[in-house]
């Protein structure tokens, strides 16, 4: 009789890139999800709304939505899981937006072999706020940031407006954050 592979679990780091002072999150990850569902984890995690279209870049494949004209050899993210999409790798992208092109670098920080599946991913750590959906890519959040500190700023008011006055660059909530990923799973 074959023996089952035991569960393991990814420790990632997944941080936003061309934005400073970075953002990131320090997630574990069952790795027999599938892309999609990794997806889904790093949309709540780094606080995005999932209202774009978004890929992985693994070592030289592409896994996608493949959703309208999706690019020629792109795969269906839905049909892999995390382990086996990833391999041997320890490094790869995640983009989110392809109008703004959001950037994330993704570390597999460690592979640890569990006694049983991890039921839901989890957040461990993370500093800072995504930028707000739409707002120009890495160029346009760092206007908006200049404009939303500065009072004497031209489009000051218009920012805030749009951001709303509550909105903390530094701000993350990592129990917040937890409780949207155990309903996911």
């Known amino acids: 009789m074959a023996r089952s592979q035991a569960p ?6 997944i941080t936003l890139e061309e934005v400073a002072p970075p953002v990131w999150r320090r997630l574990l990850i069952p790795s027999g999800i599938s892309l999609a569902t990794l997806h889904d984890v790093f949309q709540v995690a780094m606080g995005w709304t999932d209202t774009h279209l978004h890929g992985f870049t693994i070592g030289k494949q592409r896994y996608g939505m493949q959703f309208d004209d999706f690019p020629e050899g792109e795969l269906d993210e839905d049909k892999f899981t995390v382990r086996a999409a990833i391999g041997k790798q320890r490094r790869f992208r995640y983009e989110y937006d392809f109008g703004d092109d959001w950037q994330h670098q993704v570390v597999v920080e460690e592979v640890i072999t569990v006694p049983a599946e991890l039921l839901f991913a989890v957040c461990l750590d993370g500093e800072r ?15 908006l940031l200049r404009a939303i500190s500065d009072p004497d700023h031209e489009e000051h008011a218009e920012y805030l407006e749009w951001v709303g006055k509550d909105f903390d660059p530094e701000g993350f909530e990592l129990a917040a954050t937890n409780v949207i990923l155990q309903k996911l799973l």
Not at 129 to 143: I, N, R
């Open 129 to 143: 706020a995504c930028p707000p959906e739409d707002c120009g890519g890495s160029y346009g959040y760092a206007e």
């Open 8 to 13: 393991t679990v990814l420790r990632m780091r």
